[in-house]
């Protein structure tokens, strides 16, 4: 399967051999017929990869900025990391296309194999010969639809989206600045709706394009001598009901002349990419003007619920949601309500594809809709992408399925490079990152579905995918009888604890979690001058924020904050004092959302040791995430974000401090390795895992029944 794919780093953009993509519950899959390019969305970012790192460090200073942030609190080695894995990413491109489904997926009933579609999605709907796509961003339309107008859907959507927000009137008067393809699409709506139009762009073509169409009433270019007062002459003096910004620009003109032409109390949505910083007088302040965002394709978009799991929102409640404007704008297409034949200035077949960006980016010629035509009567094959020569013949045969930002700069850097070790095949949910990541990590291929590794080239299965899937494959991995790795959690319900410990008694492989902090080199310390035994532990972890719908909070997917990080805590003042928690209880700030992330969890050991995890998400950025205490028969050791080391006794204090922080997943990584070869086993004992992850279920349950004590 062919897809466009571009690097952030070196702007390197090439049509590339991916795997086929996986189909999902919820989810079709889809033979592209045509996509078409944003120029303005894509072509910024086009534009932007082709800069060099100081160009594109003066364009995003806010990434800056989290580089140096990421520098000063884990050191240079995994900043590096974080910033490499972004610059070399295969990064795809696209997200307005149209084609027939040749498959779907579990649960999805409105869809059949042969229905042609219109599909949206920054990272679904891509410039590729076969796509995946959630059933909440992918639309129906007509057998004998014209595919190439269908594409144009999400551009539509996001336009009437920006239309909705004006919620004009019949005979009212709009003016569109910029009329690029988002404020012509924008016009045609409006028309379409009995609303007068004027359109204003800083370029003669657009203009000109428009005004020939007749999708404007008026049009103008904005260096126009007395353009202000001609909108005025249109409007019987009154000026514009709502002016809509379809432009693109860093420039301030755009906010400050919809202020000059809007009439009083009139609005101005903001549809386009410009600043917003107007100036107050004599007109925002004194006109009373509304100022409106357009989010997008409109309700549903960037949440969780609704694009990826497939909810849709009472219609009663939410009349206009994004898939609903996609289907909208689809109607006024089929019904001749718009016509957007002449909106394609270029169409170029798939394989030229880098050739329309070079025309976006250079400007060689005035452009609108470009279109990309693919070959539809090509057979696509669902065969694993070969990338290199398996190396060698190692005892230990490592398959990765899910490789992240995490994975990618924690776990596949220290796997080691010896005979003994194998590097087989990755599975990703996307065809770019599992290219990437095979290329850089050196493994033999890329897969296309699961069973490419469980079978018997692979015997040990990492697994670093989303939460809600661990189980799930640590239950198939364990079942074809690999070793497997699994990033924390290793399950986010209880049933699913139980069936995991009863296969894995059956089968007899070696389970091992990503509980890193009992590696680092600091904890090593600690646990040689301490030894096992009675002792007091605090645990302070300054987690910060993470939004509601941010998928790790999303109990269904990311088990939330307890399940999902709180576990490592609990993990290794499970370590320190040799003993597996007994009984927990906690109690959390109160919170609306009922997040349950700022909360204090107090541990019963069985040795009599005790605990606690102070696990706060309402505090300051500046102040370090993580910080631990222990006492124990006259000996305090204080260990400072896992950077420095101080134990106090009799005599002189012990000091210890690292350059780089180092929470120990080198480590974890080489003593699973070494595990492996040395007799199968691995370094985390199954009874710790077990009961560490009990514990996580146990603090929620004293959560929800008033700070009651749980036995784990």
């Known amino acids: 399967m062919q897809q466009l794919t571009q690097k952030l780093g070196s702007g390197d953009m090439v049509i590339q051999e991916l795997p086929y993509p996986q189909v999902g519950k919820g989810m079709v899959v889809v033979k592209n017929h045509y996509s078409i390019i944003s120029a303005g969305t894509e072509g910024s970012t086009v534009t932007a990869a082709r800069k060099s790192l100081i160009g594109k460090a003066?364009?995003?200073?806010?990434?800056?900025?989290?580089?140096?942030?990421?520098?000063k609190k884990q050191g240079p080695i995994q900043t590096y990391r974080a910033v490499m894995k972004k610059l070399d990413a295969y990064s795809p491109l696209g997200y307005s296309c149209a084609g027939e489904v040749i498959e779907v997926g579990?649960?999805?009933?409105?869809?059949?194999?042969?229905?042609?579609?219109?599909?949206?999605?920054?990272?679904?709907?891509?410039?590729?010969?076969?796509?995946?796509?959630p059933i909440n961003l992918c639309v129906k339309v007509s057998d004998d639809s014209n595919l190439k107008h269908a594409a144009y859907n999400t551009l539509g959507a996001i336009s009437m989206q920006g239309v909705r927000q004006a919620d004009m009137r019949l005979g009212e008067t709009v003016v569109v600045i910029g009329l690029g393809l988002l404020g012509q699409l924008a016009s045609m709506i409006l028309k379409a709706?009995?609303?007068q139009v004027i359109g204003i762009d800083v370029s003669e073509a657009p203009v000109a394009q428009a005004f020939k169409n007749k999708v404007v009433d008026a049009a103008y270019t904005r260096d126009t001598a007395g353009l202000e007062d001609k909108i005025h002459v249109l409007t019987s003096g009154q000026g514009a009901d709502a002016v809509i910004i379809a432009a693109a620009t860093s420039s301030l003109d755009p906010i400050n002349f919809a202020g000059a032409i809007a009439r009083k109390k009139g609005k101005v949505i903001v549809l386009g990419a410009v600043p917003t910083g107007f100036e107050r007088d004599p007109h925002w302040y004194r006109k009373e003007l509304e100022l409106k965002m357009a989010c997008s394709y409109g309700p549903g978009r960037y949440d969780l619920n609704y694009e990826e799991k497939g909810l849709d929102y009472p219609y009663a409640y939410v009349r206009w949601t994004e898939k609903r404007n996609m289907e909208a704008f689809q109607r006024l297409i089929e019904t001749k309500a718009i016509n957007i034949d002449y909106i394609t200035t270029h169409e170029f077949d798939f394989e030229d594809a880098p050739k329309a960006f070079d025309l976006v980016v250079n400007r060689s010629e005035p452009f609108s809709g470009i279109a990309l035509k693919y070959a539809v009567d090509k057979n696509i094959s669902k065969k694993a992408i070969s990338v290199g020569e398996i190396q060698a013949n190692g005892k230990v045969a490592i398959s990765f399925i899910g490789a992240g930002s995490y994975a990618q700069g924690n776990l596949l850097p220290n796997i080691p490079e010896n005979n003994e070790v194998t590097r087989i095949g990755v599975l990703t949910n996307t065809g770019t990152t599992s290219k990437r990541v095979a290329e850089k990590f050196k493994f033999g291929f890329c897969a296309t579905k699961e069973e490419d590794l469980l079978d018997d080239k692979t015997n040990t299965l990492f697994i670093a995918t989303r939460h809600d899937s661990h189980a799930e494959y640590v239950l198939k991995g364990l079942k074809a009888g690999k070793n497997i790795f699994v990033?924390?959690?290793?399950?986010?319900?209880?049933?699913?604890?139980?069936?995991?410990?009863?296969v894995q008694q059956e089968v007899q492989k070696p389970v091992m979690i990503g509980f890193n902090r009992r590696f680092s080199p600091l904890v090593a310390t600690i646990k040689k001058k301490f030894g096992n035994g009675p002792m007091s532990m605090i645990y302070r972890v300054n987690a910060g924020n993470i939004p509601k719908d941010n998928w790790i909070q999303d109990m269904e997917v990311g088990g939330g904050r307890i399940i999902g990080e709180a576990c490592h805590f609990i993990d290794l003042l499970t370590y320190l004092n040799g003993s597996l928690p007994k009984v927990v209880t906690a109690m959390a700030l109160p919170d609306p959302n009922g997040l349950n992330d700022t909360v204090n969890i107090s541990i019963q050991f069985e040795n009599g040791s005790t605990?606690?995890?102070?696990?706060?998400?309402?505090?300051?950025?500046e102040l370090p995430k993580e910080y631990l205490e222990v006492f124990a028969s006259g000996n305090t050791a204080v260990l400072s974000d896992f950077k420095e080391l101080k134990i106090y006794g009799k005599g002189k204090p012990y000091k210890k401090k690292l350059f780089n922080q180092n929470k120990g997943q080198k480590e974890m990584v080489e003593a699973f390795i070494n595990g492996l070869l040395k007799d199968g086993q691995s370094p985390i004992p199954m009874e710790d895992i077990f009961a560490v992850t009990r514990a996580t279920f146990k603090v929620l349950e004293s959560i929800r029944n008033g700070s009651q004590p749980y036995a784990v």
């Open 58 to 71: 003066k364009e995003r200073p806010q990434q800056v900025k989290q580089v140096i942030n990421t520098l």
């Open 106 to 133: 579990v649960g999805v009933t409105e869809f059949k194999i042969g229905d042609k579609v219109a599909c949206a999605g920054v990272g679904y709907a891509n410039h590729a010969e076969i796509i995946a796509v």
């Open 193 to 195: 709706s009995g609303v």
């Open 487 to 502: 990033e924390k959690p290793i399950c986010l319900t209880e049933s699913e604890l139980a069936e995991i410990k009863t």
């Open 611 to 621: 605990g606690i995890v102070a696990y706060y998400a309402n505090g300051s950025k």
